[in-house]
């Protein structure tokens, strides 16, 4: 084989492997942020619960989801400058 075709083929196996591990990662990061949404989701609810029982007149959700809120406008924020960032 020539200079040029080996190269080539290399170029495009690292283009694949490229390809493959921001595949990978991708999928990584979507699965673990749909996990922490419902455990964050769950956690408001048993805090909500927890304090139902300890006094009737409570309702804690919306102190309990305040936590995701703050944490979903960090994600907005983060997500904006790192778009900024990038050309």
């Known amino acids: 084989m020539a200079l040029e075709q080996l190269i080539a083929r290399g170029g495009e196996l690292m283009l694949i492997g490229m390809g493959v591990v921001f595949a990978f990662l991708t ?3 979507l699965t673990v942020h749909m996990v922490s949404l419902a455990i964050r989701r769950l956690e408001a609810r048993v805090v909500n619960k927890v304090g139902l029982e300890a006094d009737h007149h409570n309702f804690l959700l919306m102190h309990a989801m305040g ?7 960090g994600s907005a924020v983060a997500a904006g400058i790192l778009l900024a960032l990038v050309p």
């Open 67 to 73: 936590p995701n809120v703050a944490g979903v406008i």
């Open 27 to 29: 999928l990584l990061v």
